[in-house]
């Protein structure tokens, strides 16, 4: 872990942030060097040279970003398919978009996802990964204590050199994730790096106070999650060790099914999603509140289409560890991803800026239709992989 410094050695000048954040290598076989919580000015600190994060899946593009800094960069596909999320999709049935005094039903998206359902995804991650880390939890009105104790952690990591994901900090997209990167104590705020914020920009928040989002967590709770990387394995996980429980939780995430209380998953989730689509009658009668499902149907796309490409990217590197059969299921699977991911990826394209054209059926109909591509593929990566590896 990184240690912090309370002054800069006067023959050593830190690099600008600009430069520091463009030149940061997404994945270096050099050894790489840590990013460092530095004292600025009247105990200002800012951990400098962080990466600004990837879009899509910003709770693992958080956590990547955070170890790249720290000097203990894991790919991001690793990190993707090590606790299955490449492979997961989950909707969560049963939620109006409508307001709540109105008749209009709801349209579309009664469709909502998230990386949690049904288990802490963050905290299995690190556990297939040897990296030791506190996934905290804050329910929806924490207390005085709670949330000092938590702000106090945080400085304490951002001391040490190392940020702090976390979702939903005031001063960042309600909902998403975030980077805390530094502290200005005497103004009280706290400095974010998020999908937006790049190069030498940081967002900015005010320190001490709860979250403004949260997440819907395991089993349906709320929760506002943080997460505090303690020590990283001498060692990374190598990949042949990786590969065959990837391998598994690629045909378990495909096939989960229904998940109490209220969410579908794996390729079942493919089915109700176009169902949701389709349903051309509640999207004219709900045609003024179409702006909640047409955010989460690009959110899902989004996520769903980095999975997948980081699921063809592992695959294809793994299938050198096995032989015969194995390697050429492996082989196999890895394209049927990528083309995955492929569909969804133009299926994305037919709504820019975050939905829109949502409205326009003719553009949800090409949806369905490139969503049925995905699924059979990703049925026919499922089948071929459980064939050789005997996963059911």
Known sequence: MARSTKKTPAKQKSPPRKAAAAKAPKTSSAAPRAAKGTRTAKDKWVIEGVPPLDAGLSALAALASALEAAGRPVPLATLLVAGGEAFRLFVQTGRSVAPSSSKIPAAGVAVEATTFAPENLLETTCRELGIQADVIALDAKPGETRSKALWQAIDRSVRAGMPVPACGCKGTFEHEWCLVTGFDPEHRRALFRDVTHRLEL?????????????????????????VLIRSMPKKPVHEARLAERVVARAVASARVGTVPP????????????????????????????LREP???????LLNTFAGRRAAGQFLASAARHFAGRKNAAVHKAAKLYSAAAGALQTAGALFPNWGHGYEEPDRRARQIELLAIAAQAERDATDALDDAFGCT
Not at 294 to 300: M, P, Q, V
């Open 262 to 289: 209220c969410w579908i998953g794996g390729l079942a989730a493919y089915d109700v999603w176009m169902l949701h689509l389709g349903h051309e009658r509640r999207h004219q009668e709900a045609a003024n509140h």
């Open 202 to 226: 940081y967002a900015q928040g005010p320190v001490g106070e709860p979250w403004q989002g949260w997440m819907p967590g395991p089993a349906g709770r709320l929760w506002m999650p943080h």
């Open 294 to 300: 047409a955010l989460a149907n690009s959110w899902l």
